[in-house]
């Protein structure tokens, strides 16, 4: 005679064999990150009066600004830096008060345009001079989640 139990615990030995064939075998969680910026950095110097013509990404719209003013194209504010091996890169301000995902939504929107190379801007008082360290950007995820390898434009 069977014990009215028997059917609930052969259930039971299903639903952990079914769990821990899908614990095992599952597929690992993705972590990759939001961006990914190269190891190689290089030290520039840009002449104190230049920080006025420094293009800010405005997070709000999503766009750049020069001078309060909407800039369509960042190509005219590439700099190259004739004694050194440096690819062209664009100097960039960012809100201090920005976070990490307005960070990330800088570098898409310079990857979009074919920038991989960017310094990050932080004017500070009156000074002759602003250090700075230019990035190469590897990728970034874009709003979708979709992740974007940076590839330099023909035009920057």
Known sequence: MRSKRTPLLLAAVAVLLAANIWWFTRAPAEHEPDFVLAARTEGVRLPGAAIAQVPAYDTRNDGWTVQGKTAAS???????????????????????????????????????????????????????????????????????????????????
Not at 87 to 106: C, G, I, N
Not at 112 to 124: M, N
Not at 134 to 153: E, F, L, T
């Open 74 to 156: 960042l190509n005219g504010y590439l700099r190259r830096d004739n004694d050194r091996a440096l690819e062209p890169y664009l100097p960039v301000a960012l809100s201090p008060h920005a976070s990490t995902q307005d960070f990330r939504a800088m570098l898409a929107s310079l990857v979009d345009r074919g920038i991989c190379s960017f310094a990050l801007v932080q004017a500070t008082g009156d000074r002759q001079e602003i250090a700075a360290t230019v990035q190469h950007i590897v990728s970034v995820r874009d709003a979708r989640g979709a992740n974007k390898s940076c590839k330099v434009s023909d035009a920057s």
